[in-house]
């Protein structure tokens, strides 16, 4: 059973939304080896779009252990994205601070944009309310749709959604229901 507010339950229209997705993904030489988890979030955040948000997207890539690693950069990923919503993607070189805000203040409904690393900050690992306070001031709805990074207390997953709304997306609940369902009612035989 899935008992958490969803995309479904909240009014997202004219509103900027910031997505927590994951996108860490290969990348060598600025290519991508492996888009599966970037095509993953791609229904919430086409129902988000088609809804009237504006949409601000964060997720970390690699460990590149708190510091800028131009290797660890997501704008490879802006552009891939890009070309599978058929639509502009624009990309602000860090996810928190004034370029992040300014960034952020020019989203209007229809727009992506998608944020620098989290791990480029070591506020992100360590879960500091301070980062986790500029990423929510950057929307006014957020939304977890990355499932295999939900395990983890950083500032982008568990630390945000203390300072606004919070919902899953549709991978998000897809995931738990998936989990839930192998949990209540496992396929026989089963075996541990």
């Known amino acids: ?8 339950d909240i009014d997202v229209r004219g509103k900027r939304v910031l997505v927590r997705v994951d996108f860490n993904v290969p990348i060598k030489d600025g290519v991508i080896g492996d888009d599966t988890r970037i095509r993953a979030p791609l229904p919430t955040l086409n129902y988000l779009l088609d809804q009237g948000a504006g949409l601000i997207l964060c ?14 950069s997501l704008r ?8 599978l919503l058929s639509r502009p993607v624009d ?7 004034p370029v ?15 944020l620098e690393n989290t791990r480029f900050h070591e506020g992100e690992t360590k879960n500091d309310p301070a980062m986790a306070k500029q990423l929510a001031s950057l929307a006014e709805i957020y939304v977890n749709d990355a ?3 939900a395990h983890r ?8 959604a203390h300072y606004l709304p919070a919902v899953a997306g549709f991978l998000m609940e897809q995931e738990i229901r998936y989990l839930g369902q192998a949990i209540a009612d496992p396929a026989r035989p089963f075996i541990a």
């Open 91 to 97: 990309f602000a070189e860090d996810c928190v601070g």
């Open 1 to 8: 059973m899935f008992n958490k507010k969803t995309i479904n």
């Open 76 to 83: 490879p990923v802006a552009s891939h994205l890009s070309s």
């Open 147 to 149: 499932f295999g990074s």
């Open 59 to 72: 997720s970390h890539l690699g460990r590149p252990k708190g510091a800028a690693d131009p290797k660890y």
């Open 153 to 160: 207390a950083h500032a982008s997953t568990e630390g945000v």
């Open 100 to 114: 992040a805000e300014e960034a952020a203040t020019r989203v209007k409904p229809g727009d992506l944009l998608l």
